[in-house]
């Protein structure tokens, strides 16, 4: 199965000393046994606030290991759509969540997403197959 890969797992596996590396690492290789495991522009432009240099964020995220995939427009909708729902129930930001946008990738596409926050991802895109340290210690 496919697998989108949060940005906070990403994170943990270019920090050897963080103290999810080692979670992460696994459930990462996992991943990349079950099927392809994909990344989208939300989430390396997540990734990326932390170099100055683009060429080492592809060093780290090679396109061979991290199937780059834009975001499909009905999950833009999708997103939008939850982010409605969101701010509804009192939520407080003014512009949709980078997670909301990741959910809904992963939701229209049929797509697992590895994360340790699955908190919003189950809120709002209940259906997702969600890789995370209470489903997977």
């Not at 920090?15 to 590396?21: E, G, K, T, V």
């Not at 512009?95 to 189950?122: E, W």
């Amino acid at each position: 199965m496919p697998t989108l890969i949060d940005t906070n797992v990403l994170v943990d596996l270019s920090i050897p000393a963080s103290d999810w590396h080692g979670w992460s690492r696994q459930r990462a290789l996992d991943a990349f046994k079950a099927g392809p495991v994909l990344i989208n522009p939300i989430i390396y432009a997540e990734f990326s606030v932390r170099y100055r240099d683009m060429d080492e964020v592809d060093r780290l995220l090679p396109q061979d290991e991290f199937r780059r995939e834009n975001l499909p427009w009905p999950a833009a909708f999708a997103a939008a759509a939850a982010f409605r729902v969101y701010r509804k129930s009192g939520g407080g930001r003014e512009s949709i969540l980078p997670d909301f946008l990741i959910g809904a990738h992963a939701a229209i596409r049929g797509y697992a997403v590895l994360t340790r926050d699955p908190k919003g991802y189950r809120s709002y895109f209940p259906s997702l197959d969600l890789i995370t340290p209470e489903t997977h210690p």
